[in-house]
Each structure stands twice: as C-alpha cells, then as structure tokens.
C-alpha cells in the first residue's frame, strides 16, 4: 500500500526513488506532501510519515519553523548535537581543530533538556542557537588549519559580550561537530541518516541565528558553487528575520572592537532573494559543487519541503528595503502563490514600478488571507496605483490594509507607465519588439520599451502565477487520494511499530538579535 501510495503521489511530485539519507519508506517529497496536505492528524497518516517528523506531528506544521517543538525533536535521541560556545571558543584559543561529532567530549554540547530547561526557566538567560553555513575545505577534516575557526572563535566571543550572555549560553549547529562524520559504524551511520532528516530544522527555523563564513582560501571553491551552502543560505533567506542571516565575511576589521551588534548585523546582513521555485533550484544545483554526488539530490529534495512547509504557513513576509525591482517582484510572483495562509506582505522602500507592483497584485489573488500589502515608498505609477487600490476595495480585503503612498517618480512618463501595466492584461507589441532587439542596440532601447520589456516579464509571473494555482488544486486531489488510501491503510495489520510521537510541549522563552558542505 505504501509503494501504491508513492506511485500516486510521483505524479505531483515527479519521480521518487530511495536515497541513503532520507526515510527508506518515504522520501522527503512524499512526506512533507502528506504532511501539509492531509485535512487532519490521522493515525494512519502518521504511520506513513513515521520517524521523518522526528516527533512534530499534524497539528504542529504552521508553526514548524517558529517555535520551540521541532528544536526539541530534531536534538531529541542524540543523533544531533549543538555545540556550547564556550567549546568553539577555548578550542579556538588552544589552536586545535575542531573535532568531529564522534570525538566530542561530553561536556562539549548540550543535552536537549539541559537546552529546554534554560529556555522556560525566565532566571536564566535564553540560550542562542547559531547555525553556521561554510564550505568544507577538504574531505578529511573542513577546517584543518582553523581557518574558518579564526572567525568564528572570537566573533562567538564578541557576540556573548553584546548579547550580555556567557559562551555557555551559546549552542551551535556546525556540522562537523554537530552530525556523526565519516568513517562510521553501521549504529553511526543510522544516526547520521536519522539526523539528516531536520538538518532544514536550524537553517530555516525563525528562532536560529545563521552566520555564513563565506571566505575561502586562495584556489578552494567558492562559497556560492557550493550545493549544501546555497541550501543553506535559501533555507535561511525563506522566512527568518532580515537581522538572523549574517555573512560574517562582510565585517571589514576581524579585530576591531564591537560597541553594539547592530554594528554587524549593519555590515553583514545578508541581501536577500525572492524564493525561489523548488523546479528552478534543482535545476541550479546541477552547476554546484558536492564532495559527495549522492548530497545533489538530498539537497534539492530538503529545499522542496523547506519551501512548502515556510512559504505555505508564513503569515507574514517582510522584504522591506532591498532594493529590489521588478525583476525580484516577477519571482517573487512565481512562489506567492504557494503561501496559502500570508495575511502581511511588506514590499516597501523598494524599487518597484508599476509592472512589479501589478504581477505582484495578480499573484496575491490566490491567497485569500490578506490582509495587508504595504507597497510604500516604491515607484508606482498613479494611474496603476488607483487601479490596485480599487481591485482592492472588491476584493472585500480591508479598507487600510492596502499601503501605497510615498510613491517616488518611476522617470517613465504617465502614459508609458499606465501602457505598462495594462500589458500584463491584453500583451503588448511593445514588449515583444523590445525581446526582438538585437543584442548590439539592447543597451540603448528607448525608456517606453524597457518600461514594456518589464511589463512582459511581469505578465509572465501572472502567467505561472496561475499555473500554480492550478497546481495546487490537483494537490487537493492527491490529498483526497491520500485520506483515501489512508484509511484502507488502518485495515492492514503492522508488521512494524509506528514511529508517531506524542505532541511535545512549546517553550515560548525570548529570541535575541536575530554548513554541512
């Protein structure tokens, strides 16, 4: 019955196979499908998701990556281990090497309970978790000579400091240390397999601080053709806060003297993307670099669940001040919508016209929550702004949710704008003379054309906008299916345990300032 139920699932979700580092009864697609697609917990369900949950279970997806549950299963059975600051930091002043997950000594890292204890007693400061993204600088061993240690070592220490916290308080995701490392026992191995199922847990999680040692030496690969570091850094970028994700190599001085943290979160605060679609960064980890080719479709497998358990349960999304035009706002389009439950959008102080702004408007028609689309402080024009604002009011969304003032003049004059938007109604020549030109005279295309070329592009992610609502209906379907199977499923005598685990106890202590490779 369950091979039955991966046939009808591989239909969505393209063809499944086995992979040594994912439930052999049920790939990561399958499951996180089932899991956020399902009406309700159902026992027979939960037998299907097994042990991949780690523990966190129907009731508990909307808040997966919020709160403290998913932390508590993912270090529950010891399988993962988070390091104590104070650790990384006196091994650094000793000038050795970080050892790996089966030499740490006891002392090292934290027990789950010692963690959870200290964050629900309020007499105790809350413990920090930092997961630290880098590429790997040989096989034996990433970091020989200590040269991401030099970084990491007395930034830990300075970031105690401002944070008025001990090393102690600090527990660390770094995988070496954190997951059982090669060459292993069979016992190991199954450890590292069963730890590799919430590796997205400290990357994507809102209560996880990720720093990104992104140098590396002369002649290694760079940071960013690295598959398990883009993961990373697009796990991190999908809905934790702007401040969390740092990429230390930014800070200008190593050995300069930090006042207050926003210093560095001001440095080397990570410039986000719009998330991307899990088809797209597939096809972007072909060109990636993996010591080990097996990780390649791991990765884009654990990006999949990633986006549909973020994207689908984020409430709110702020991509406030990036920067971004309407290139970023077409593919942000491409993955709004996916998020079923968004209630807030934050796309202020950007630099969006009125192209940008209507392919994001379009894409919002599929997500029925709402509530408020700050659109402030961009370059909207007029005439599309009063049309956005009317869409609005019939929608019956409510009256001051929709935010578009403070427009900043686009340099598209009022009627090149307006064509613009109505483009991604009916097309536009325009557009498509502009696509035509040639290469040499590309440069030098007329203001009303780039204006329409963005338009185009804007239509496009209305386009595909739509397609995934399409989608997402033939999901509902396979759904069904699964309820269906489900429950022919509890008829069947198990040869094996379930693997379900009770719903665990959420710790609401306070979140600070806020790698595998």
Same mark, same amino acid.
């Given at each position: 019955?369950?091979?039955?139920?991966?046939? *009808?699932?591989?239909?969505? +979700?393209?063809?499944?196979?086995?992979?040594?580092?994912?439930?052999?009864?049920?790939?990561?697609?399958?499951?996180?499908?089932?899991?956020?697609?399902?009406?309700?917990?159902?026992?027979?369900?939960?037998?299907?998701?097994?042990?991949?949950?780690?523990?966190?279970?129907?009731?508990?997806?909307?808040?997966?990556?919020?709160?403290?549950?998913? !932390?508590?299963?993912?270090?529950?059975?010891?399988? &993962?281990?988070?390091?104590?600051?104070? %650790?990384?930091?006196? &091994?650094?002043?000793?000038?050795?090497?970080?050892?790996?997950?089966?030499?740490?000594?006891?002392?090292? %890292?934290?027990?789950?309970?010692?963690? +959870?204890?200290?964050?629900?007693?309020?007499?105790?400061?809350?413990?920090?978790?930092?997961?630290?993204?880098?590429?790997?600088?040989?096989?034996?061993?990433?970091?020989?000579?200590?040269?991401?240690?030099?970084?990491?070592?007395?930034?830990?220490?300075?970031?105690?400091?401002?944070?008025?916290?001990?090393?102690?308080? !600090?527990?660390? /995701?770094?995988?070496?240390?954190?997951? @059982?490392?090669?060459?292993?026992?069979?016992?190991?191995?199954?450890?590292?397999?069963?730890?590799?199922?919430?590796?997205?847990?400290?990357?994507?999680?809102?209560?996880?601080?990720?720093?990104?040692?992104? =140098?590396?030496?002369?002649?290694?690969?760079?940071?960013?053709?690295?598959?398990?570091?883009?993961?990373?850094?697009?796990?991190?970028?999908?809905?934790?806060?702007?401040?969390?994700?740092?990429?230390?190599?930014?800070?200008?001085?190593?050995?300069?003297?930090?006042?207050?943290?926003?210093?560095?979160?001001? =440095?080397?605060?990570?410039?986000?993307?719009?998330?991307?679609?899990?088809?797209? %960064?597939?096809?972007?980890?072909?060109?990636?670099? /993996?010591?080990?080719?097996?990780?390649?479709?791991?990765?884009?497998?654990?990006?999949?669940?990633? %986006?549909?358990?973020?994207?689908?349960?984020?409430?709110?999304?702020?991509?406030?001040?990036?920067?971004? &035009?309407?290139?970023?706002?077409?593919?942000?389009?491409?993955? +709004?919508?996916?998020?079923? *439950?968004?209630?807030?959008?934050?796309?202020?102080?950007?630099?969006?016209?009125?192209?940008?702004?209507?392919?994001?408007?379009?894409?919002?028609?599929?997500?029925?929550?709402?509530?408020?689309?700050?659109?402030?402080?961009?370059?909207?024009?007029?005439?599309?702004?009063?049309?956005?604002?009317?869409?609005?009011?019939? #929608?019956?969304? @409510?009256?001051?949710?929709?935010?578009?003032?403070?427009?900043?003049?686009?340099? /598209?004059?009022?009627?090149?704008?307006?064509?613009?938007?109505?483009?991604?109604?009916?097309?536009?020549?325009?557009?498509?003379?502009?696509?035509?030109?040639?290469?040499?005279?590309?440069?030098? +295309?007329?203001?009303?054309?780039?204006?329409?070329?963005?338009?185009?592009?804007?239509?496009?992610?209305? /386009?595909?906008?739509?397609?995934?609502?399409?989608?997402?209906?033939?999901?509902?379907?396979?759904?069904?299916?699964? &309820?269906?199977?489900?429950?022919?499923?509890?008829?069947?005598?198990?040869?094996?345990?379930?693997?379900?685990?009770?719903?665990?106890?959420?710790?609401?202590?306070?979140?600070?300032?806020?790698? #595998?490779?």
């Amino acid at each position: 019955i369950a091979s039955e139920c991966r046939e *009808g699932a591989s239909e969505l +979700l393209g063809p499944i196979g086995n992979c040594c580092h994912c439930d052999k009864r049920m790939e990561e697609r399958v499951r996180v499908a089932l899991e956020l697609q399902l009406p309700g917990p159902k026992p027979a369900a939960a037998h299907l998701v097994g042990s991949a949950m780690r523990g966190v279970g129907e009731v508990d997806k909307t808040r997966y990556y919020r709160e403290w549950d998913s !932390i508590r299963a993912a270090l529950t059975g010891g399988d &993962t281990r988070l390091v104590r600051g104070s %650790f990384i930091e006196s &091994t650094y002043q000793l000038g050795k090497p970080l050892p790996r997950w089966q030499q740490l000594p006891k002392d090292s %890292f934290w027990d789950v309970e010692d963690l +959870l204890h200290d964050v629900g007693d309020l007499t105790r400061p809350t413990p920090k978790i930092i997961a630290v993204s880098y590429g790997w600088l040989s096989r034996e061993h990433p970091d020989p000579e200590g040269f991401h240690l030099k970084v990491l070592g007395p930034m830990m220490k300075r970031y105690a400091a401002c944070s008025r916290i001990g090393l102690e308080s !600090i527990a660390v /995701f770094i995988d070496w240390c954190s997951l @059982p490392q090669r060459p292993w026992s069979d016992l190991e191995q199954k450890a590292r397999h069963r730890a590799m199922r919430s590796i997205d847990v400290w990357y994507a999680h809102q209560l996880t601080d990720v720093w990104l040692l992104s =140098a590396v030496p002369e002649g290694g690969v760079p940071f960013d053709e690295r598959g398990w570091t883009r993961f990373e850094v697009a796990a991190a970028s999908m809905v934790s806060p702007l401040e969390a994700v740092l990429d230390l190599a930014q800070w200008p001085n190593p050995n300069a003297d930090i006042k207050d943290w926003s210093e560095v979160v001001d =440095a080397c605060c990570l410039r986000r993307r719009p998330p991307q679609l899990p088809d797209a %960064f597939a096809s972007e980890q072909e060109s990636k670099s /993996f010591a080990f080719q097996e990780d390649r479709k791991l990765v884009s497998d654990k990006y999949w669940g990633v %986006f549909h358990r973020a994207l689908g349960c984020a409430e709110q999304l702020a991509y406030r001040g990036l920067s971004w &035009t309407d290139v970023e706002a077409h593919r942000l389009a491409l993955a +709004l919508p996916r998020c079923t *439950g968004l209630r807030q959008l934050d796309l202020s102080y950007n630099e969006l016209s009125s192209a940008g702004a209507t392919a994001i408007a379009h894409a919002l028609e599929q997500c029925s929550a709402l509530e408020r689309l700050n659109l402030s402080n961009n370059m909207i024009g007029e005439e599309t702004a009063q049309q956005m604002t009317s869409t609005w009011m019939v #929608s019956r969304r @409510p009256e001051n949710g929709l935010d578009l003032s403070a427009q900043r003049a686009s340099g /598209f004059s009022p009627e090149s704008d307006l064509a613009a938007a109505q483009a991604l109604e009916r097309g536009s020549t325009m557009a498509m003379q502009a696509t035509t030109a040639s290469p040499r005279n590309s440069g030098q +295309l007329p203001e009303e054309s780039k204006q329409a070329l963005s338009a185009l592009i804007a239509r496009q992610a209305a /386009f595909e906008a739509r397609i995934e609502s399409a989608m997402a209906k033939v999901a509902e379907s396979v759904a069904e299916l699964s &309820t269906a199977v489900g429950k022919d499923i509890s008829t069947v005598p198990q040869s094996r345990p379930a693997y379900g685990r009770p719903v665990l106890k959420t710790y609401t202590g306070s979140h600070g300032s806020s790698a #595998s490779s």
